[in-house]
């Protein structure tokens, strides 16, 4: 069981920054991908950034270049830095953790992000 607890959402003007944390509570395996999601006004959920153990990371076309994804030497925190941030990144931002061996995907409670123009 792990439990991720989402932190560093808010109101920032455009092209501004956040940082966002998300601290994993729980044993935490090399195999899990740990990442960001996102869900905008009347949109799906979206992916943004993942992290693996090898610290391979994968970045959405619409922030590739302004965010910056990575976790501490534990792996028990993840951190997406948001740069440049557009009025279009407003959302809320999921932590995700998704552990292979069972199929099965952990998420944080959200974090709202609002870009004002």
């Known amino acids: 069981q792990v439990r991720l607890v989402e932190s560093g959402g808010g109101l920032v003007q455009a092209g501004g920054s956040l940082r966002l944390s998300c601290a994993a509570h729980?044993?935490?395996?090399?195999?899990?991908?740990m990442g960001w999601f996102r869900q905008g006004p009347g949109n799906q959920r979206e992916l943004v950034a993942t992290?693996?153990?090898?610290?391979?990371?994968y970045y959405a076309d619409a922030v590739k270049g302004r965010f910056t994804i990575s976790t501490n030497s534990a792996r028990n925190t993840v951190y997406l830095q948001m740069n440049s941030l557009k009025p279009e990144d407003t959302a809320v931002y999921y932590c995700?953790?998704?552990?292979?061996?069972?199929?099965?995907?952990?998420w944080g409670q959200g974090t709202q992000v609002t870009v004002s123009s």
């Open positions: 995700n953790l998704r552990r292979p061996t069972n199929s099965y995907d952990y």
């Open positions: 729980g044993i935490i395996f090399n195999s899990d991908v």
């Open positions: 992290v693996t153990s090898g610290d391979s990371t």
